[in-house]
């Protein structure tokens, strides 16, 4: 039986270590949950948004020690861990209190015509058992956002997570017990990533929601298109936002340096390519430089640390090999550029182009990619000049030029002006291109695992005596 260990970036120190699931386990879990399912969509919708409110309650209650666990794990700062959590009671409120008028049968209208007995309306099932393969940026939130619509909706949850989160793992399918969820209805796999196939496979999971690199959502598609089961795809990003002539720049600069340290730059939706007018590129970059350096790195559990380690080792190293192979390409290293085993200083490349890591890949850490742009028209063709569409943003002091920008121009699925991007409960939230598809969150992501079913009765055929 092969193990899975938690390591803290920051120590380097294993904090436990775990045996992973044999199939035949496997088979007697999915089992379960599968009975549980079947119980949990006969309960009322307004028995479910109770024990969506309890949730989180109780996430709400046990806040602190699970920021700190997700700390430890993955190297996020305290502060940034606690307010994950707390994201994630507000997606639950929010599904507990909207979610019951999601999902009622919606009535078309009678029609005047000859066929006046005929009642038409949509019904919203649940699909059963839905398997989540979440990554290790946000280990609360990534699995939060699908499962609080997943479980108003009436369906059950198995999640295979990370291997290097699998304390935040347990700690959920706890969560649920601890608020009073049925036991069965949400369940941890310990699995390795190769055992992620035969998962989707198997006949108990019905649909499937990923979220991590293009790569592997590739492999994800194929095994379940293969199985003929639904799939939601989040992958990379490398967001690009596009700063005008006319913009505010210390708000621009403010915003940027926000998104683009994001969870320690490690998130599918910060901010990572900045293309800027060339009459204010001179003036961005040097007050996005001077801002950068300014940000404290250190240990994640400090109240005065920006910017905690990366979450392995490894990603660090690719990181940096990405920054490396950009500069010696052309691009300018205008601060930061230092790894010290998991960290990797705040870093700004200036005069990224077309065909540098900085410009075609994804920059999973904290880099900014400088781009100039001679007018709108060419920095909304280098903002589109990307294989991934999740988000962008637009800076302008014109409103309605920038929303008209965002709104029919950006291949994203998100974008923000004078703001930058952010998942919300109440918003739909996916990408294009090889960002992905489906959509998590809002109305259209409770709809996104049922069975939209089309019901018609004839009144007139007969009564029962």
Not at 104 to 112: C, G, K, M, S, Y
Not at 261 to 288: D, P, W
Not at 339 to 349: D, E, H, I, M, R
Request: aromatic share 6%; hydrophobic share 40%; proline share 4%.
């Amino acid at each position: 039986m092969s193990k899975i260990s938690s390591i803290n970036p920051y120590t380097g120190k294993t904090l436990s270590t775990y045996d992973t699931f044999d199939m035949t386990h496997l088979d007697s879990v999915l089992e379960s949950i599968e009975d549980t399912q079947q119980s949990w969509q006969q309960t009322s919708l307004q028995s479910r948004s109770q024990a969506l409110n309890d949730l989180a309650a109780q996430l709400r209650k046990q806040q602190t020690q699970l920021a700190t666990l997700a700390t430890e794990e993955m190297g996020k700062t305290l502060a940034s861990a606690k307010a994950e959590v707390e994201k994630c009671a507000w997606a639950c409120d929010y599904y507990a209190e909207q979610g019951p008028a999601m999902l009622v049968d919606e009535h078309l209208p009678e029609d005047d015509d000859n066929d006046d007995d005929l009642q038409r309306f949509v019904s919203y099932q649940p699909l059963g058992v839905v398997l989540a393969i979440m990554p290790w940026n946000f280990p609360y939130w990534q699995v939060f956002r699908f499962l609080a619509p997943a479980l108003m909706a009436g369906n059950a949850a198995v999640l295979k997570h990370a291997s290097n989160v699998p304390g935040c793992a347990l700690a959920i399918e706890q969560l649920l017990i601890d608020a009073g969820l049925p036991e069965n209805l949400m369940r941890t796999l310990l699995v390795p990533s190769d055992k992620a196939a035969a998962l989707i496979e198997h006949p108990v999971v019905k649909a499937v929601t990923f979220t991590g690199s293009t790569d592997a959502g590739r492999k994800i598609a194929a095994g379940a298109g293969k199985a003929l089961k639904k799939t939601v795809l989040e992958l990379g990003g490398s967001d690009a936002y596009v700063v005008l002539e006319d913009a505010d720049i210390e708000l621009a600069v403010e915003k940027c340096v926000t998104s683009r340290l994001l969870n320690n730059g490690q998130s599918c939706i910060a901010a990572k390519r900045f293309i800027v007018h060339t009459a204010r590129y001179g003036e961005f970059a040097e007050k996005m430089t001077a801002a950068m350096i300014k940000k404290q790195m250190g240990d994640p559990l400090a109240e005065d640390t920006d910017v905690g380690p990366q979450a392995r080792e490894d990603l660090c190293k690719d990181l940096a090999a990405q920054v490396s192979e950009s500069v010696r390409l052309g691009a300018v290293l205008m601060c930061g550029g230092e790894q010290n085993k998991t960290f990797y200083s705040p870093t700004v490349l200036g005069e990224v182009r077309p065909g540098m890591p900085a410009f075609d890949e994804e920059l999973f850490g904290p880099v900014a990619a400088l781009i100039r742009a001679r007018s709108d028209d060419e920095a909304v063709s280098l903002a589109n000049k990307s294989v991934f569409g999740l988000g962008a943003a637009v800076f302008s002091r014109d409103h309605e030029r920038a929303k008209k920008i965002a709104t029919e121009q950006l291949q994203a699925g998100a974008c923000a002006v004078n703001d930058f991007v952010k998942s919300d409960p109440r918003m739909p939230f996916g990408g294009v291109k090889n960002s992905g598809y489906g959509r998590e969150l809002g109305r259209f992501g409770i709809h996104e695992f049922v069975n939209i079913k089309s019901i018609v009765v004839n009144r007139d055929g007969g009564s029962a005596e």
